[in-house]
């Protein structure tokens, strides 16, 4: 394999192209187990841009940096972006979700190319929102996911709502969202979430002989395979994106949310009030 042509535009991605047609985008930020900030929101989605508009471009791997995948949000950056006085989406919990994740999530989707998230370690929240987001999912042995949002008095979000439920049905989503459970990698794959699981010492490899096969195979094909797929499953993902970051944005504003947040922050369990 040719050696990767790394682009040094981003501070918090690593995006490199190969030869063989291969994008690579590594969330990086391992000092915090790639917890998305506003920063990595915007670099990981002009990766995904520059990506989607390079011809040469024939599959595209999503992995993180050091140990983690992605611990989810980082909770010490929980402000709503730059705002717009003329927009709504530009408020709160609302304007993070519709502005930082939703585009991101929906590019993904929506994408010519074949996208593979390469689940180097654990990935929790809205990191396990944009692993379930991947048409296919590579996973190490030692990685599992996560729905942590109930641990802090929230609800899923970045599709997690619409994307669990069709890969894994209603009463394991239930039991994901609800429970807030790890779910190994080794159950994840018995469970229809993903769909190879490798010995930590060999996913680099699995996942570039996959992604290789990818990026030689038929790229319009697998194009209009995802607009059929897209077509039957997420007809509506635009709808029930807008819905989590309704229900989300009123999450928030729960005694119960603030009770979740401290709690982490101290590093306590939760007492939780139902308010």
Not at 8 to 22: A, H, I, M, Y
Not at 192 to 200: E, K
Not at 228 to 250: C, F, H, K, P, T
Request: net charge negative; hydrophobic share 45%; with cysteine.
């Amino acid at each position: 394999m040719s050696t990767p042509t790394t682009h040094s535009d981003f501070e918090t991605v690593n995006f490199s192209l190969s030869g063989e047609g291969v994008a690579r985008i590594e969330l990086n930020r391992p000092q915090v187990l790639n917890a998305w900030n506003h920063q990595l929101s915007a670099e990981v989605l002009a990766a995904l841009r520059a990506a989607a508009e390079d011809d040469s471009v024939r599959a595209i791997a999503i992995t993180g940096a050091g140990r983690a995948f992605s611990s989810g949000a980082d909770l010490k950056d929980m402000s709503a972006p730059e705002a717009d006085a003329d927009a709504e989406a530009s408020t709160g919990v609302y304007g993070v979700l519709t502005e930082r994740y939703h585009p991101i999530m929906q590019l993904i989707r929506e994408l010519p190319k074949p996208v593979v998230a390469v689940v180097n370690g654990p990935a929790v929240g809205i990191g396990c929102s944009l692993a379930l987001c991947c048409d296919l999912i590579v996973a190490a042995e030692s990685a599992y996911l996560l729905l942590a949002f109930v641990n802090i008095g929230l609800v899923p979000d970045g599709g997690s709502s619409l994307l669990l439920p069709s890969r894994a049905g209603f009463a394991r989503a239930t039991e994901m969202a609800m429970l807030g459970e790890r779910i190994p990698a080794a159950r994840a794959l018995e469970w229809g979430l993903i769909n190879r699981v490798a010995p930590d010492e060999r996913l680099e490899e699995v996942a570039q002989e996959l992604l290789g096969r990818l990026a030689a195979g038929p790229t319009r094909a697998y194009a209009g395979i995802k607009r059929q797929l897209n077509s039957w499953v997420y007809g509506r993902m635009a709808e029930q994106l807008d819905l989590e970051a309704r229900i989300q944005e009123e999450m928030a504003g729960s005694a119960d949310f603030v009770e979740g947040v401290t709690a982490f922050l101290q590093k306590r369990p939760a007492s939780f009030s139902g308010r």
